[in-house]
C-alpha cells in the first residue's frame, strides 16, 4: 500500500516519465497505469488489494432455480440430492440440461440448514456375508414382513404388513393391521395376488404366520402357498440382512409415514397409501439407477386362481388324507404332520426299503421310516421336489 502510494506522489511530481517510473518501481506499465486509474477513481481505498474472484459466475445457480430445489427438499425432506435431481429431471424436462451437479445441491441444502449431521456408523467385523439375492426379472422373489408395531393418537398399536417386488423395489401391498394374526396377511395377499398375479417365491422371516410348529413347520398360509404353486425362501433366524432390500424400504417407510403417527388405523391407511404411491411412481431409486419401481416392475403371467386346483399325484404314489388332528396312518402307524393340513390329500412314494417320501403337491414335506415309525430326514416345508 505504502509503496503503491509512493509510485502515485511520484507520478504525480513530473519528474520521471511513465517509464522511468515504472522501472525504478519494478512494475510494468500495464501496472503502472491500473494503480493511477484505481487511484484517480477511489482515493487511497482505490490501491488497496482487490478480490480476484469473478464479480459473476456462469455456473451459479439462478435464484429461481434455487428456490425450486429448496422447496422440493422441504417437500420430500429424507430425499438426498441424486433422487430429487432425478424426480426434478422427469417433472421438470426444461430444466433437465441446467440442474447443478449432487454435490453442488447438496451444499445448498447444507448452507440452508436443510441437512440434519448424521452419526458415524460403526463396522460390525465377523459376520458372515448376507445370502445373496439374485433375481432376473419381476416376480421371481417377493418379500413379505411386518414393520416394528408403534402406538398412534389413539394409543393402538399399529402393525405395519408389507409386500414388495425384490426386483423391481415395487410395493404391493402396505396395510395397517391391529395384530400379525392371518388374516390381514391373507386379505393382503390376496388383493395383491388378483392385481399383480402370483410370484414363483416369496421370502419371510420365521415368525407367525408364515411358519408353523409340527414336523414340517408348516402354517395355514405357508400351506396355501403350497397349493397356488409359491416356494418358500425361509431367512435364518437373526439375520434380517438377508432380506436387506426390505428392511431398507421399512426405514423409509416409517421415517416417513410413523414420525409421528396418525391418530387412528384408518388415517394411517390412508397415510400408507399415499406413501405407496409416492414410493412406487415418484421417489426414484438408486439401485434401479435413479428409475422408479413402477417404471421396472411388470405384472406377473401367472394369475390367480380363485378356487385351488385339487393335488395330482402319479398312480404308484399311495395316497393319505390328513385328519384334524393333522396326522395320518400308514402302515398300521401313525405320523404328524402340521395341523393346517387337516382333510388335505398327501401323497408317500417309497425312495428305498421301508423309506418314504411324504409329498403335498409338488414338495416334499419329509421322509419316514415306515419300519421304525420315525422321521429320518427333515426336510424345508417350501423345498421344490
Known sequence: MDERLKFVLAHQSGLWSMCELCARFGVSRK????????YQAHGTEGLRDHSRAPLHSPQRISTALEELLLASRRSHPSWGPRKLLSWLARREPALAAKLPAPSTVGELFKRQGLVAPRPRR????????????HTAAPNQVWSADFKGEFRMGDRQYCYPFTLADA???????????????????RQGMIEAFRN??????????????FVGHGLTELSSIGVWWIQLGIHHQRIPPRRPDQNGRHER??????AETARPPEANLRQQQTRFDAFRS??????????????????QYQVSARAYPETM????YPGHFERRKVDAAGGFTFHQQRFFLAHPLQD??????????????VRFYDHELGRINARSGTCSIKVSPMSPV
Request: hydrophobic share 30%.
Open 309 to 312: 386346483p385339487a393335488p395330482e
Open 196 to 209: 399383480y398375479g402370483l410370484p414363483h417365491a416369496i421370502r419371510t422371516d420365521n415368525g407367525p404366520p
Open 278 to 295: 409416492e414410493y412406487n411412481h415418484d421417489r426414484p431409486h438408486e439401485a434401479l439407477g435413479q428409475q422408479t419401481p413402477a417404471s
Open 167 to 185: 426386483h423391481s423395489r415395487f410395493l404391493l401391498c402396505c396395510r395397517a393391521e391391529v395384530s400379525t394374526h392371518l388374516e390381514g396377511v
Open 249 to 254: 424400504m421399512h426405514r423409509t417407510l416409517k
Open 31 to 38: 501496472t503502472g497505469y491500473k494503480m493511477l486509474g484505481r
Open 122 to 133: 460403526q463396522r460390525r467385523n465377523g459376520l458372515p456375508s448376507a445370502a445373496s439375492l
Open 344 to 357: 388335505q390329500w398327501i401323497g408317500l412314494v417309497e425312495m428305498q426299503e421301508d423309506l418314504w417320501s
